[in-house]
């Protein structure tokens, strides 16, 4: 990087666990060789200087809830030239985004004393339901070597590889057994993006969808599987709707059942 | 001389886990308001447990904290199965014990390293640090990676980890698959014993304080998952009872809730409460390094919790040491476990302190409601308390100075705001 400016690199936080931005931070090997390569220019969760903008790489974590960050989330993809989201929170909404599947004044009137106090949207919503997005990083948590790979295929200005494919290849590549047909375990990998490397199957369980949808999922066809095997209609609905609910795919088909 | 005021001002507390900002009114040098402020935006966590399956609450209340994930998994499963009246035994509660072990080591080595020893060597962060300090900062991430391999190997990732589960775990391990970590833990103690050291040896500004700390205790262990409640000014009850004891104030400048017990006041939890009240039930090589280091039986003084931490890393890699050499597999990874109405209650020691769920089940094992009580809310009151003492003692200080050691004394507790604020308004609706 002789002669070159270092990339300055941010990152941001909206309603998340901190869990994603962590990831960056669990790469013990690699961070501090990144931190020769880039400029940490914004990152409060690991240190206390702040370098003004633009930024040339912004990693976002979080989805928005409130009016504050609605207008926050804007001055961000201002000062970015490329902008990133990272988790399942950022990119569908999180966990949190449970909230949109109630109405909204039941919710606020049965949870809030003060309802007038209340800071909050009627929905947690994906940072590109707000703004435009150049890169998304799917996991809940985000897998720390795809990280690595977007921040290093940043650098080295090409696209990232980041297959789209199904958990059930990456079953397949780890050579693990599905768990599905050899012990009859339901598991939502032939719907789910891949990224994780499959865990979960490879520790005898199904899987259950942190990383959200993969592209052109047939939710129909594995839902007809688990009715076969006995799941209700509950069921079905709590399975789509965890860590990922708002993602459209998950949405659509757990609104079928519900 | 013209009066004169003065404001502490940190919009955004950096090296914290989740989102805080700090306020502090100076007034003729007189301290007029602290306030600490918790703005993160809060995530409803106990409104979307209702109507979710039991056996759902370890890995959704787990996305509360992605820093200490299994202090959510553990307190739930644990919370769960006092509901269904069991209680794991031999090697399945020891792989939770070393389970918990692996989180303590990852999360205390990054506040030590990442987050805290850079205030007191007076860097911004751990990679400007290490332009100075190579060797100690490559240390730390060493240590730190060797408490995520625990997690990871044990849950199958660090963060979120998949495998523990109400009853045991998915999937459990030969004891020849640990091989590989054991050798590395040793080094890992070895290098624990020397951040005890390294951390002994910073400059530590006199604040000893008369607090109340609480913590879990347990006839023969340090604490993990077990135990009752006790505290140095002679509370001793039974987890269950935690909620006639110990209540939480809403404050209006922030997003989180203070949590006060009741017949007293403010108190304190986390690594120096545990080591205050169970420092004989530490293994002897930690006891032994922390008298050594200088650091007593009884530490009162907040800026050295990060001794305090250094020595509960050394005792989890001793523990986990301990937990791998006796290791039998065991016969089956999990107990089935049929729901029936009932209410559970559990505390676990988070790394930062104690973390308090209670959930009530109906027959067919759907949450009808929960509560969850994190250590950061615990400590808020504690943490003000200890800036309006400590503010007054620096005043001379230039500005800059001064904002940075207070910054400091809040980083003494290792908050976690993004825990701490998920609660709020869910309280709120029990006042
Ligand atoms: S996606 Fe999951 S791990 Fe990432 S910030 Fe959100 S809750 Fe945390
Ligand atoms: S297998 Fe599924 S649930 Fe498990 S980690 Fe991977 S994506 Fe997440």
Redesign the interface.
């Known amino acids: 990087m002789a002669g070159k400016k270092k990339p300055k690199v941010a990152v941001w936080?909206?309603?998340?666990?901190?869990?994603?931005?962590?990831?960056l931070?669990?790469c013990?090997?690699e961070?501090?060789a990144v931190?020769e390569a880039i400029e940490?220019a914004n990152?409060?969760?690991?240190?206390?200087?702040v370098v003004k903008g633009p930024y040339d790489l912004s990693l976002v974590e979080g989805s928005i809830?409130?009016p504050h960050?609605e207008e926050r989330i804007h001055q961000v993809r201002r000062s970015s030239k490329f902008l990133v989201t990272i988790g399942a929170c950022a990119t569908a909404g999180?966990?949190?985004a449970?909230?949109n599947f109630k109405d909204v004044q039941d919710?606020v009137s049965?949870?809030?004393?003060?309802p007038d106090y209340?800071?909050?949207l009627a929905k947690?919503s994906a940072i590109s339901d707000h703004v435009r997005v150049d890169f998304e990083l799917r996991g809940?948590?985000i897998n720390k070597y795809q990280l690595v790979e977007v921040v290093s295929a940043y650098l080295k200005d090409r696209k990232p590889v980041t297959p789209a494919h199904s958990v059930c290849v990456e079953c397949k590549r780890r050579g693990t057994v599905c768990v599905m047909v050899s012990q009859g375990t339901l598991c939502m990998g032939p719907v789910v993006h891949a990224g994780?490397g499959a865990?979960?199957p490879?520790?005898?369980?199904g899987c259950?969808g942190?990383f959200g949808p993969k592209e052109t999922p047939n939710t129909e066809s594995l839902s007809e599987w688990f009715k076969d095997h006995g799941m209700g209609n509950e069921?079905l609905v709590?399975a789509y709707r965890?860590?990922n609910a708002y993602a459209t795919p998950f949405r659509k088909e757990s609104e079928r059942h519900d | 001389m013209t009066k004169k005021t003065r404001t502490i001002k940190v919009d955004y507390l950096a090296r914290v886990e989740g989102e805080g900002a700090l306020y502090i009114k100076i007034k003729d040098d007189v301290v007029q308001d602290v306030k600490l402020k918790i703005f993160e935006p809060p995530r409803f966590f106990e409104a979307f447990l209702q109507g979710r399956d039991f056996r759902e609450a370890p890995d959704i209340t787990a996305r509360i904290c992605g820093i200490c994930p299994v202090a959510y998994q553990m307190s739930a499963i644990h919370a769960m199965e006092n509901a269904l009246g069991i209680q794991l035994e031999g090697p399945l509660r020891e792989i939770r014990r070393l389970m918990y072990c692996g989180e303590w080591i990852e999360s205390h080595v990054l506040h030590i390293y990442m987050l805290h020893a850079p205030d007191f060597l007076g860097y911004e962060d751990a990679v400007r640090m290490a332009k100075d300090h190579k060797e100690i900062v490559e240390r730390g991430l060493q240590l730190k990676k060797i408490g995520n391999e625990i997690v990871s190997l044990v849950g199958g990732r660090e963060i979120h980890p998949i495998n523990a589960r109400v009853g045991g775990f998915y999937k459990v391990f030969a004891k020849t698959e640990f091989d590989g970590l054991k050798e590395r833990l040793k080094w890992a103690r070895d290098a624990a014993l020397e951040t005890v050291r390294w951390t002994a040896q910073l400059p530590f500004p006199e604040f000893e304080q008369d607090y109340e700390f609480v913590a879990l205790r347990h006839p023969e262990e340090y604490p993990f998952n077990e135990g009752r409640l006790v505290s140095n000014r002679g509370l001793d009850i039974a987890v269950a009872d935690y909620e006639n004891h110990f209540v939480e104030e809403h404050v209006e400048h922030s997003n989180a809730l203070h949590s006060v017990l009741k017949e007293r006041d403010s108190y304190f939890v986390g690594p120096m409460a545990r080591y205050n009240l169970n420092f004989e039930r530490l293994s002897p090589l930690a006891q032994e390094a922390a008298l050594e280091s200088g650091l007593g039986r009884e530490c009162n003084n907040p800026f050295k919790s990060i001794v305090v931490r250094s020595v509960e890393v050394l005792y989890a890699c001793d523990e986990a040491l301990r937990i791998l050499e006796s290791y039998e597999k065991p016969d089956r990874p999990h107990i089935d476990l049929e729901p029936r109405e009932s209410v559970g209650y559990s505390c676990t020691e988070a790394p930062r302190g104690i973390l308090y769920h209670r959930y009530s089940i109906d027959a067919q094992g759907r949450i009808l409601n929960a509560r969850i009580v994190p250590p950061t809310s615990q400590n808020q009151k504690t943490i003000e308390n200890d800036l309006w003492k400590f503010v007054p003692k620096f005043l001379d200080l230039p500005e800059e100075k001064l904002t940075w050691q207070c910054e400091q004394a809040i980083r003494n507790y290792d908050p976690c705001i993004s825990c701490a604020t998920h609660f709020l308004k869910l309280d709120l609706e029990r006042v």
Do not use: N
């Open positions: 936080k909206f309603a998340s666990c901190d869990g994603c931005q962590l990831s931070l669990d013990e090997d961070l501090l931190a940490i990152f409060p969760e690991a240190s206390r200087a809830t409130t960050d999180g966990i949190q449970l909230r919710f049965i949870v809030y004393a003060t209340i800071d909050t947690s809940c948590p994780c865990i979960c490879a520790y005898d369980r259950y942190c069921e709590r965890s860590f």
